[in-house]
């Protein structure tokens, strides 16, 4: 697989972030920020994994944001990062009859982020954009673009196809769009869990 430098970039992040998370565990593993931190770092690392290492991954991270729930039910940042998660596994699940509960998961945990945090464009946006999920997996997984979906969901390109009739332009555009809008929201775990609440230096004063 070829990472581009921005992928490699947060490759090292995320996996900086794991390893920190996993020392701080071992030192208090009452802390449900560093669960969170800990699951959103799993998350995004999976899209750089086999579907199956994503897969386990996922599993992985969802066990991690349950433990900080049981610590903080009402932690909404959890929350959002087990919607992400359980929509992400969904997604990597060819079989749409077997990924529905994941989806349904998933719209639950966004719907209780939401209500904690009723002002929160981001959970908001992630609900509409869950309920067209179901859909977005059918159009991936029926154009054979299943090992794509994982791909899709890390950043890469929207799934095309050449033979697309212009009486399907316009939904095939409306499918590119909701796709790039689930990236968005991929994309705002390194704003939230990665940026949000590291401990990185404060830049040098000008």
Same mark, same amino acid.
């Given at each position: 697989?070829?990472?581009?430098? +921005? ?6 992040? $995320? ?9 701080? /565990? ?21 899209? $750089? ?39 992400? $596994?969904? =997604? ?9 509960? /994941? ?6 945990? =966004? ?11 981001? /959970? ?10 179901? +859909?977005?997996?059918? +159009? ?36 590119? /769009? ?29």
């Amino acid at each position: 697989m070829q990472f581009s430098q +921005e992928d490699f970039d947060r490759l090292l992040l $995320f996996e900086h972030t794991r390893k920190t998370a996993e020392v701080n /565990y071992a030192k208090n593993p009452r802390d449900a920020d560093n669960l969170t931190k800990w699951g959103g770092a799993l998350l995004e690392l999976s899209q $750089f994994q086999s579907i199956a290492d994503s897969k386990s991954m996922i599993t992985d991270c969802i066990s991690k944001l349950e433990e900080a729930l049981q610590i903080i039910p009402t932690k909404h940042d959890a929350l959002w990062c087990l919607g992400n998660a359980h929509t992400s $596994f969904a =997604f990597l699940t060819p079989d749409l009859d077997e990924a529905r509960p /994941y989806f349904d998961k998933a719209t639950e945990f =966004f719907q209780r982020a939401a209500d904690e945090d009723p002002g929160n464009e981001l /959970y908001q946006k992630s609900l509409e954009v869950t309920s067209k999920a179901p +859909e977005l997996h059918m +159009e991936i997984h029926k154009h054979g673009l299943g090992p794509l979906g994982q791909q899709t969901l890390g950043g890469g390109p929207a799934p095309s196809s050449s033979s697309t009739k212009s009486s399907k332009t316009k939904k095939s555009s409306d499918l590119k /769009y909701d796709i790039f809008g689930w990236v968005i929201l991929a994309v705002g775990i390194v704003a939230w869990v990665g940026m949000a609440k590291s401990h990185m230096p404060p830049p040098p004063p000008r």
